[in-house]
């Protein structure tokens, strides 16, 4: 027997051990008198809740459902000693995510980040010293007055888009993905992207896919498990590393692209800074900030766009009610600029029921609690993944009427004029000390390019060869899964008018003064 025993592999046995230990160790710590928020009953004591969550497309419609069955604005599962809360209503994440931000400010840290390359994006950084010294970084050049400095090269992509519009393209959403890459390509390295087809922001695509897979409550809970690391990519539980092989080398082809001269992280490896230079590991810091803006930025500019021209195409009214504001405001021989913007209340409006309407990450990015902590009587154990809904919370029939329509007026005065809370009243930017760095120069970018569209576009569904408009459902349009995406669906996208056509050719003569994005 003992031979046996022996004999067996300690790829087996080793783990084995280890894997109930662990388990034992995390059950131990999260003991309290109180009960955890309430969620579907864990099928037994090991594994919790694992193969109980929901998958598939829009999985924050169960939780939504939980919470009206249960009756709570928090739903707690747990899977292999990991748990995990998803918050459903504005009232309790701004409670927990903003006003407890000192203790729920982290990020869950799996092997996936280790082997996959994502340990050193600023996104998914735990709240320590580390991450203290990137946010600094970023602050100081992605700030309001910092963000100006990106115009030039967004005015300079965004016309590119409108000349690309008038043709030839396979299809639209390939011309949306190309202008929000090569916004954050041109940027951070100075690198022109003229096809969405070119290798490196294929690379941060597939980087993007790996990452998603762990974006869901659950869906990384095995790989929690400490002992994992020494198991094979082709040993059960292991292949996770196959992915993340795959993801650590497009993330290192993103960071080893060369800087252009006019480019931010040229000039930052390059600064006199005194405050920069005391960074120990500068030259990382720096490098990883053009991979981290490059996987943020690109399809989630990319989503909101794809849903505002969706969102023309089925409330022609809306749209008609934008261009006659537009019409008004800078008349119809010139292009918006960023100064017209606090001229233009119902542009502000339809950019903000953008936001609200499909928001592209669903859930955010997780959360990760430091300490334990205690909301409305439920306990929530110290390293708990916390996910805010945000499709549930801004689709909150209490707070929104018909929330599955699109209606900018929703956002406006009486008066007409914009009443939201500006860009902080945006959830998809997320909340407390993790909301997202670069939201100044997203929300330029999105914000412009509809004015643009607006201005010299018209928008409209489709018709068949009986000339009858093929009708477009919303659930058709988009992939939904831990990322929202749209389809390039049917639509047309034309010029307004000759001269409208004209303007949009004539933005290949402008000098974009100013091509300079460093400080």
């Known amino acids: 027997m003992t031979g046996s025993l022996l004999s067996l592999p300690y790829l087996f046995v080793i783990p084995s051990l280890t894997f109930c230990i662990t388990v034992a160790y995390y059950l131990y710590q999260h003991t309290s008198p109180l009960p955890y928020p309430p969620g579907p009953k864990a099928r037994n004591f090991l594994t919790g809740n694992w193969g109980q969550f929901p998958a598939g497309e829009k999985v924050y419609l169960k939780y939504i459902e939980w919470g009206r069955q249960y009756g709570s604005d928090l739903i707690h599962m747990e899977a292999f000693g990991q748990h995990y809360v998803v918050i459903n209503s504005f009232k309790a994440a701004n409670e927990i995510l903003e006003k407890r931000a000192l203790i729920s400010s982290s990020r869950p840290f799996t092997l996936m980040d280790e082997f996959g390359g994502w340990g050193n994006v600023l996104g998914l950084l735990p709240y320590a010293d580390r991450w203290r010294n990137f946010r600094k970084l970023f602050h100081q050049n992605f700030r309001p007055n910092g963000a100006i400095k990106f115009r030039p090269v967004q005015l300079e992509k965004i016309h590119r888009f409108l000349r690309d519009l008038l043709g030839p393209y396979d299809g639209f959403m390939d011309c949306v993905v190309t202008m929000s890459e090569s916004i954050a390509f041109a940027t951070m390295y100075g690198y022109d992207i003229t096809s969405h087809q070119d290798h ?58 060369p800087s252009g001269k006019y480019s931010l992280v040229g000039e930052l490896l390059h600064t006199n800074n005194g405050e920069i230079n005391a960074f120990p590991d500068k030259v990382d810091i720096v490098k990883n900030m053009g991979v981290t803006t490059i996987l943020a930025s690109s399809d989630t500019t990319s989503s909101q766009i794809g849903t505002f021209i969706l969102a023309m195409a089925l409330y022609p009214d809306v749209q008609r009610k934008a261009q006659r504001e537009l019409d008004q405001v800078i008349g119809t021989n010139r292009l918006p600029s960023f100064e017209d913007r606090p001229s233009l209340p119902y542009i502000e409006a339809v950019y903000h029921e953008v936001m609200r309407w499909i928001p592209v990450i669903p859930f955010g990015l997780p959360h990760n609690t430091t300490e334990p902590d205690v909301y409305d009587g439920y306990y929530i154990p110290k390293g708990t993944s916390l996910f805010a809904n945000i499709w549930a919370m801004n689709h909150d029939e209490n707070v929104y009427e018909d929330p599955d329509k699109f209606i900018p007026e929703r956002h406006l005065g009486p008066n007409g004029t914009a009443v939201t809370g500006g860009i902080n009243s945006i959830l998809t930017y997320g909340f407390g000390r993790r909301v997202c760095v670069g939201r100044h120069v997203a929300d330029a970018t999105v914000w412009m390019t509809i004015a643009c569209l607006l201005t010299v576009y018209d928008i409209f569904q489709t018709k068949d060869r009986d000339g009858k408009e093929i009708e477009l459902d919303v659930n058709d349009c988009y992939h939904f899964g831990a990322f929202v995406f749209p389809k390039s669906f049917p639509c047309k996208i034309s010029p307004r008018s000759e001269s409208a056509e004209r303007m949009i050719r004539d933005t290949s003569t402008i000098e974009y003064e100013g091509l300079r994005v460093g400080n």
């Not at 790996?210 to 659950?218: A, F, K, R």
């Not at 809970?221 to 992915?243: D, E, N, Q, V």
Request: hydrophobic residues 40%; aromatic residues 12%; contains cysteine.
């Open 200 to 257: 490196l922001p294929r690379s941060a695509r597939q980087a993007l896919g790996v990452v998603e897979q762990g974006m869901l409550p659950g869906f990384d809970a095995y790989i929690h498990l400490p002992f994992l690391r020494y198991l094979p990519s082709w040993f059960p539980g292991g292949g996770f590393k196959t992915l993340a092989k795959g993801s650590r080398t497009c993330i290192e082809e993103i960071k080893e692209v």
